[in-house]
């Protein structure tokens, strides 16, 4: 399916495989309209792709209602990728504003997003909805229980809204990345860039660039396929808690 002139829809463009899917899709001839909440980075890659973009926080109590004013509601696809973790702390020492955090923008603003343009989206005939969920969302690990959960969540929703649209021409997918090297984890670590760093150390973790690959592919399948999800992982990592390092 070719994506050229297809209106999508992107959060969490501004850094990371957010970026990386923007660069990807424009080179595919799509008509982007970008969402992230830092203006300074989202602009200047506005512009390099001749791209819309609007800067606001996904879980702003007005980011609906902003949306439809400057955009209307009419997409071809949309791609939940938005998301972040905070702390990797256990369940007693964690700080429930950062569980608050996460929950809010990793599952009550792709929900909010996804009812606000189903309808719509369905009403013109179809489209594509693609969640950007996590190996979290599959396999747990100690420090990262609100995170997991919240990827749970996500997942469990993807599912469910493919059962529940199944035969009206909406695709809905998603990819479940393991260790990509990008700022999520010097979010992660609150900018503790070595605290980042260490995370990827004597490994090779996957990239932006390979996720956004990845995210063309679903894309550009014919309609009558749809790839439910893709899960990835680097060589050496095979779980969340099994990542083989100073070896290839």
């Keep these: 399916m070719s994506l050229k002139n297809k209106k999508i829809l992107l ?5 990371g495989i957010g970026e ?10 799509a008509e982007l309209f970008l969402i992230a909440r830092r203006e300074d980075r989202l602009s200047k890659l506005a512009q390099s792709l001749s791209a819309h973009y609007l800067a606001i926080d996904v879980t702003d109590k007005n980011f609906i209602s902003t949306l439809k004013a400057k955009w209307g509601e009419n997409f071809d696809v949309l791609i939940n990728n938005a998301g972040l973790a905070l702390g990797r702390d256990p369940v007693e020492k964690s700080d429930p504003q950062d569980w608050q955090k996460m929950m809010s923008v990793n ?12 309808n719509p989206m369905l009403n013109q005939g179809g489209g594509d ?38 035969g009206r021409n909406l695709r809905v997918m998603q990819i479940s990345p ?23 150390q004597n490994m090779q973790p996957l990239t932006p660039e390979d996720i956004a690959r990845q995210i063309v592919f679903m894309l550009e399948q014919p309609r009558h396929v749809c790839i439910d999800e893709m899960t990835t992982m680097p060589t050496q990592q095979g779980s969340p808690t099994t990542v083989r390092r100073g070896q290839t």
């Excluded at 599952?107 to 189903?118: D, G, M, Q, Y």
């Design 178 to 200: 393991g260790m990509v090297e990008s700022e999520f984890s010097v979010v992660r670590f609150k900018g503790d860039q070595a605290a980042a760093d260490a995370v990827y």
């Design 107 to 118: 599952v009550e603003a792709v929900f909010n997003l996804t009812h606000a343009l189903l």
């Design 129 to 166: 909805i693609l969640n950007i969920c996590s190996i979290a969302g599959h396999l747990t690990y100690p420090g990262g229980a609100v995170y997991c959960a919240s990827k749970h969540a996500l997942w469990a929703f993807t599912k469910v809204l493919r059962e529940e649209t199944c």
């Design 20 to 29: 990386a899917t923007a660069r990807a899709l424009f080179e595919r001839g």
């Design 11 to 15: 959060t969490g463009a501004s850094s």
